[in-house]
């Protein structure tokens, strides 16, 4: 199962590529016997000023097709690793191809492209940077094939 990161920004060199770029080859290398990965990132970016609507419109057209489509929103189900892992296998299991990541960008997701995802993911309470909730789904994403994997990377 193919994983997309649908994201709004474009990331640029620092301390979060260095964070995404390793957890990315580590998920990629662990998800491949599991049938999962590779991790594909999609950036988009509004730059005429449209706001969330308009980021809603580029991140739609990111998606892969037929794709299960997770929101990263404050709003969404907070979930341990493990479950986070079994809903990836669960997916795979199913025959989906494809999931989808999106995240927003400052503002957030809009609420017409919120209402259509299959899923919604929240990493707490707190809203985070969204370059900050990158480098944390890609982390769990690796995570999650760890777990799937039976590596000691995550400990109980």
């Known amino acids: 199962m193919r994983v997309t990161l649908c994201v709004v920004g474009r990331l640029r060199a620092g301390p979060e590529r260095e964070l995404i770029d ?49 929101a990263l929103d404050e709003r969404g189900k907070v979930k ?34 919120r209402a259509k995802v299959d899923a919604k993911l929240s990493f707490g309470k707190m809203v985070w940077p969204h370059m900050m909730v990158r480098v944390m789904l890609t982390e769990q994403l690796y995570r999650a094939a760890s777990i799937l994997a039976g590596s000691p990377y995550h400990r109980v």
Not at 25 to 48: M, N, Q, S, Y
Not at 52 to 65: D, F, G, N, R, Y
Not at 94 to 109: K, L, N, P, S, Y
């Open 80 to 113: 341990t690793s493990p479950e986070f892992a079994n809903d990836l296998a669960r997916w795979r299991d199913d025959g989906r191809q494809d999931v989808a990541f999106i995240i927003g960008g400052a503002d957030g997701i809009d609420p017409s492209l």
């Open 22 to 70: 390793d957890y990315v080859t580590r998920f990629d290398r662990t998800g491949r016997a599991l049938g999962l990965g590779p991790i594909d990132v999609r950036e988009v970016e509004d730059r005429k000023g449209g706001g969330m609507a308009a980021e809603a419109v580029l991140l739609e057209k990111a998606i892969p097709s037929g794709a299960v489509v997770v």
